[in-house]
């Protein structure tokens, strides 16, 4: 971690920027490469870990603005194999002005465009980019791949990681590199399952539905929110879906190899764990304070579960 510090930022060049939403969707999401040879971030990040962006200027006060981090979208071997070109998924924050304070006036409503992500949306081939990084020590695949089996939760952007660890699970590093000799596809089931609000946001659904297609191990299941299911069902969550459909879960959940993984929306983590609580697949995956323990997880609150209720060993949890 922190091979370059933020405050001391290092220029990578965007090697490729892309679109990475799957049809005409009201959100602008992109599949950024940066190429980071020749700094000390070449060949140093994991899949799962996140790098810093410090975009260019001063913030309102005149101070130089501060690093935003963005989840590694590649595996560790980078989108080139050789550890040289990383990427991320960034969405441009762009929104009408809401108040974040009471200093705040309730009555500007002007458009909000988000600093870094818009910077780095903005950005097109042999660009400079101040990069920083890498961070995060959890939320990695384990040194075994093939101890475990997974399951991969996300919501919007938080498929960043996963398109990196199913990418070095099945699908690995492009041949004639070094790092293809020493890969080989994992032997163990996985499924990711994908929430968006639209079929048009799903992010790199076509590599997703390929690998599925490829590999019988991977299961890929979209979900989506805002639109009515094939059956006629109403949108649904991540958890609605796993829960609707548990026997196709149920034998993975109960298996004490398997891992679970959750990246997304802060908040996505409630309705997972009661979803796990109710259905008594909890154990080894949640640790439920005494003060919870025999009482009706339908009835915990989101304040109780978001301080009485965590992630084992077994379930890592990257959400804001
Ligand atoms: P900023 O200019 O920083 O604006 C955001 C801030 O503005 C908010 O904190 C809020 O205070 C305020 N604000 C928000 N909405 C409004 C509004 N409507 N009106 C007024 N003020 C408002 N993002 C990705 O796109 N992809 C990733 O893979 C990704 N990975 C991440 C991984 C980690 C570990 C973390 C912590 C964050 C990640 N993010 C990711 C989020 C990213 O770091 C930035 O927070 C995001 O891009 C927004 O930054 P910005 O500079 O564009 O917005
Ligand atoms: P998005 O495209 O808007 O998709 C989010 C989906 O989740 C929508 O379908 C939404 O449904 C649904 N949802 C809302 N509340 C939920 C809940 N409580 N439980 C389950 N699903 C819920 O997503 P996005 O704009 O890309 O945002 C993704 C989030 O992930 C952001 O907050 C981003 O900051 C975060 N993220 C985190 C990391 C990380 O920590 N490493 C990395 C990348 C992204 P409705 O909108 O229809 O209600």
């Not at 993975?252 to 979803?275: E, K, W």
């Amino acid at each position: 971690m922190h091979a370059v510090l933020p405050t001391a930022p290092v220029t990578g060049r965007v090697a490729e920027s892309t679109l990475c939403t799957k049809g005409k969707s009201a959100s602008y999401v992109r599949h950024v490469s940066v190429d980071v040879s020749g700094t000390p971030l070449e060949g140093k990040w994991l899949a799962g870990q996140s790098f810093g962006v410090v975009p260019p200027g001063t913030d309102a006060n005149g101070k130089p603005h501060k690093v935003r981090l963005y989840s590694i979208a590649s595996p560790s071997y980078g989108e080139d194999g050789h550890g040289k070109v990383l990427a991320t998924t960034c969405k441009r924050l762009l929104a009408e002005r809401e108040p974040q304070s009471e200093k705040d006036d309730p009555s500007d409503h002007r458009l909000f465009a988000g600093v870094c992500s818009n910077h780095v949306c903005d950005l097109r081939a042999g660009d400079p980019i101040a990069v920083a990084g890498p961070n995060g020590k959890r939320f990695l695949l384990p040194s075994d791949r093939d101890a475990h089996d997974y399951l991969f939760l996300a919501t919007g952007t938080g498929v960043a990681p996963f398109r990196g660890f199913v990418h070095e699970l099945f699908v690995g590093p492009p041949e004639g590199t070094p790092a293809r000799a020493a890969w080989k596809p994992t032997r163990s089931k996985v499924h990711l399952v994908m929430g968006t609000p639209y079929t048009s946001d799903l992010l790199y659904d076509g590599f997703f539905r390929q690998v599925a297609k490829d590999h019988p191990d991977f299961g890929y299941h979209p979900v989506i929110s805002r639109e009515l299911r094939p059956d006629g069902g109403k949108g649904e969550y991540v958890h609605h879906y796993v829960d609707r459909t548990l026997p196709q879960f149920e034998g993975l959940l109960r298996s004490d190899r398997t891992l679970i993984y959750v990246c997304g929306l802060a908040g996505m983590q409630v309705g997972i764990f009661q979803t796990l609580a109710q259905r008594g697949l909890h154990a080894g995956y949640l640790d439920i304070h005494a003060e919870l323990a025999g009482t009706d997880p339908k009835s915990w609150t989101t304040e109780q579960i978001k301080r009485r209720v965590h992630g084992t060993r077994r379930c890592m949890l990257e959400v804001y």
